[in-house]
């Protein structure tokens, strides 16, 4: 599961900073509010998708809209989304891929951990995109969790690198074998009552 993630660490990085600030221009005269920092589901948040042959930086919301009851999906299961009914379309149609810092998770002690590729490297999750009404709203692919994460949670974000952006917006095989092989090895740290990490 992935139930929040962040945009910086302590250490701004680069490549996540041009990505928002080109959607902060894009919104500009809309009056909508990105969110950076700590990103909570129904937050609009910045995404990557496939536009006129690039790779384009917009913003969406997180969170497809449950139907039967309230609340929002905010992830999807990497193993079944090609099959289920809400996924199988945006998955093969409109993939997209969520820039993070790093992403959290909670072990059984309620103790928050952030992970996030070593040496400070941007991650980028694995996303799918769809359209509702006015909406445009993203959902994370997870996976079953590899040894760096298993003490803390059994599910982990599908975790691609940056060169691996452009061929899974652009290519539905390659995307599927993203969905299905084991993840990159991440690091941890602990977060504690004042939201400073222990390293």
């Not at 995404?47 to 905010?74: H, M």
């Amino acid at each position: 599961m992935c139930g929040r993630y962040t945009l910086f660490t302590e250490q701004e990085q680069q490549e996540l900073y041009n990505i928002i600030k080109e959607v902060e221009r894009k919104l500009n005269s809309s009056g909508q509010k990105l969110k950076t920092g700590e990103i909570y589901p129904t937050n609009l948040a910045p995404i990557l998708v496939r536009k006129n042959e690039t790779v384009t930086p917009e913003a969406a919301v997180w969170g497809f809209p449950q139907f039967q009851k309230s609340g929002v999906i905010i992830n999807a299961r990497a193993e079944t989304a090609p099959e289920k009914r809400m996924f199988a379309k945006p998955l093969s149609e409109t993939r997209c891929v969520v820039p993070a810092a790093g992403f959290y998770e909670w072990d059984k002690a309620k103790t928050k951990y952030l992970f996030r590729f070593p040496e400070n490297e941007s991650l980028y999750m694995a996303g799918i995109l769809n359209s509702y009404q006015n909406d445009r709203r993203f959902v994370i692919l997870t996976t079953d969790a590899n040894e760096s994460m298993q003490a803390v949670h059994n599910r982990m974000p599908v975790i691609l690198k940056q060169h691996e952006v452009e061929p899974y917006l652009w290519d539905y095989q390659f995307a599927l074998r993203v969905l299905n092989r084991i993840p990159f090895r991440l690091e941890k740290t602990e977060e504690n009552e004042n939201g400073q990490l222990h390293f």
